[in-house]
C-alpha cells in the first residue's frame, strides 16, 4: 500500500515562489509516475504537472516556464517549484503516484496567492 504526504503549502504574493513536496511511502516506487493536480475553488480538478520514472515532464500549458517538477530522495519524494506565482493559481494542490495496481493520492494542501 502507499501512502502521500504533501507540505510546503501556505500563503504567498503574486510574483512570489514556493516548493511543494510530496513523500511517498512503499516499495519500488521509482518505477511509478508522479505528479500535482489542483483544484480551485467551483472547478475542476486539473494537472499541473507529471513526470515518469524514466524522467520524462509534462505541464499543463498555465504553469509552463514558471513551475518545475522533480524526483529525489530514490524517487519517492516529488517536488514542485512554482515560481512567479499568480492568484490564479490558488487551489489544493494534490500529489499522485501511479503505477501497476497502483493509483493513489494525497491529502492535499492548500496553496493560496494574494494579488
Known amino acids: 500500500q502507499v501512502h502521500l504526504v504533501e507540505s510546503g503549502g501556505g500563503l504567498v504574493q503574486a510574483g512570489g515562489s514556493m516548493r511543494l513536496s510530496c513523500a511517498a511511502s512503499?516499495?519500488?516506487?521509482?518505477?511509478?509516475?508522479m505528479g500535482w493536480y489542483r483544484q480551485a475553488l467551483g472547478k475542476q480538478r486539473e494537472l499541473v504537472a507529471t513526470?515518469?520514472?524514466?524522467?520524462?515532464?509534462t505541464y499543463a500549458d498555465s504553469v509552463k516556464g514558471r513551475f518545475t517538477i522533480s524526483r529525489e530522495g530514490a524517487e519517492k519524494t516529488v517536488s514542485l517549484e512554482m515560481n512567479s506565482m499568480k492568484p490564479d493559481d490558488t487551489a489544493i494542490y494534490t500529489c499522485?503516484?501511479?503505477?501497476?495496481?497502483?493509483?493513489?493520492w494525497g491529502p492535499g494542501t492548500q496553496v493560496a496567492v494574494s494579488s
Open positions: 499522485r503516484i501511479r503505477g501497476p495496481g497502483i493509483d493513489a
Open positions: 513526470i515518469t520514472s524514466g524522467g520524462d515532464k
Open positions: 512503499g516499495r519500488f516506487l521509482r518505477f511509478f509516475d
